[in-house]
């Protein structure tokens, strides 16, 4: 039996269903049946990012302050900084304050569904408005993306299969 450490704050009964999916081999084909292969995103470079998370600031969060960075990262530990990461840095430069915010998304979104990007761009976005993962943070998400919580937990699925055997498609 295999750690399902993406899993780890869900309840026994619903690692113990995941675990019966991989034991029985049907973890792979929930995923794909789910998410085909052509549902698999054409935003590889950080230019795409970039243009691909101002679409959807734009559209929800336009009163937001700027963003001055939005990258790929490889360096990001998938585990404790889940797959995106934002900061938001302070100083004073010239006795001005001046502050920068900054999206890095895990590389590992380079290769999965457009709607698991999506979800991790959402999540990331709301921390401009919410700072802290509080009610008002995830129903700042779920007005971006209504399907975010069952979103999150199939990323959650799709990492614990590429940990265990590898690329999906």
């Known amino acids: ?3 399902l450490k993406y899993l780890a704050g869900y309840t026994p009964t619903i690692t113990a269903q995941v675990q019966q999916l991989i034991d029985d081999n049907k973890l792979a084909k929930l995923l794909q049946n789910k998410y085909p292969a052509n549902t698999v995103h054409d935003v590889k470079t950080d ?3 970039y243009t691909y998370v101002m679409a959807l600031k734009n559209q929800y969060l336009r009163q937001s302050g700027p963003l001055s960075k939005i990258v790929y990262d490889d360096k990001i ?4 900084q889940a797959l995106g990461l934002h900061s938001f840095v302070s ?3 010239g006795g001005k304050l001046k502050s920068k915010n900054e999206i890095r998304i895990g590389a590992v979104l380079k290769t999965a569904p457009l709607k698991f990007l999506r979800m991790i761009v959402i999540h990331e976005l709301a921390h401009l408005k919410e700072k802290e993962h509080n009610k008002a943070f995830y129903n700042l998400c779920l007005y971006m993306e209504p ?3 069952q979103l999150e937990f199939d990323l959650r699925l799709y990492l614990t299969y590429l940990d265990m055997v590898g690329s999906l498609y």
């Open 1 to 3: 039996m295999q750690t």
């Open 47 to 49: 230019k795409a990012l």
């Open 77 to 80: 530990d998938l585990l404790h």
């Open 91 to 93: 100083r004073v430069q």
């Open 147 to 149: 399907d975010y919580h």
